[in-house]
């Protein structure tokens, strides 16, 4: 079982559609997750930090963890073209800082 | 403040040969991790940098070595190249403090092609 397992996709959503994505890891000690977007070409960039169970939004983007189930997901409200991206969780085993990555979602958004 | 910049942005190489990435963190920063990012995945941890020492290190091989300088500054070396070496490098620097590390901040990476 890899550490962080996200569906590489495509995940296909019409323009102003809620966008899904979703992610589970195997350390139940995990502390620390992450959402990160990049795009073709680029560099990983944050969008969301999450440390405990429950919801955290910010503007669009809300971010779910839930620990039991060992389980983190991202939602995109009224997605646009422009979040058409990869968008790769990340999570701090416990004990440690240093974030592993899952091979992340790829996001269309189309018109 | 500025960002975290490397060089070179590009580059090919030959199988046997050696190479140097270089990272400057971002202000204010005194980690440096770096990723190894091969096509249609995701970062794959190689090892980080606190204090100008190892503070940690990903399943890689010895001939995958580091650096970081007093200004917090870093290099990638990486040694008898493969063909499998071919992918993005990339550097992230972030905040050790008493709480812990916070999140990481991406340079813009390193494309090495292996031929």
């Known amino acids: 079982q890899k550490e962080v397992e996200q569906n590489s996709g495509p995940l296909s959503v019409p323009e102003g559609a809620i966008a899904s994505l979703n992610c589970t890891y195997s350390?139940?000690?995990?502390?620390?997750f992450f959402w990160y977007r990049q795009y073709s070409g680029k560099s990983p960039e944050l969008i969301m930090s999450?440390?405990?169970?429950g919801d955290k939004e910010d503007g669009r983007f809300t971010a779910q963890l839930n620990k039991a189930s060992q389980y983190v997901s991202l939602l995109i409200r009224d997605s646009q073209p422009s979040d058409s991206a990869t968008y790769l969780c990340?999570?701090?085993?416990?004990?440690?800082?240093?974030?592993?990555f899952g091979r992340g979602t790829s996001l269309i958004v189309h018109p | 403040e500025t960002g975290v910049t490397q060089s070179p942005t590009h580059l090919i190489k030959t199988r046997g040969q050696q190479v140097t990435l270089r990272c400057s963190s971002q202000?204010?920063?005194?980690?440096v991790s770096w990723y190894q990012q091969a096509l249609g995945q995701g970062p794959q941890f190689i090892f980080q940098y606190y204090r100008e020492e190892e503070n940690g290190r990903g399943n890689f091989p010895p001939r995958f070595s580091g650096l970081q300088f007093p200004n917090y500054s870093s290099e990638l070396n990486v040694n008898a190249l493969e063909l499998d070496d071919s992918a993005l490098y990339l550097c992230?620097?972030?905040?050790?403090?008493?709480?812990?590390?916070?999140?990481?901040?991406f340079g813009a990476g390193s494309r090495l092609t292996v031929l």
């Open positions: 202000s204010g920063h005194n980690t």
């Open positions: 999450i440390y405990s169970n």
């Open positions: 350390d139940r000690g995990s502390q620390s």
């Open positions: 990340a999570v701090n085993r416990g004990g440690s800082y240093i974030p592993t």
């Open positions: 992230a620097s972030s905040f050790w403090g008493a709480s812990g590390a916070n999140v990481l901040t």
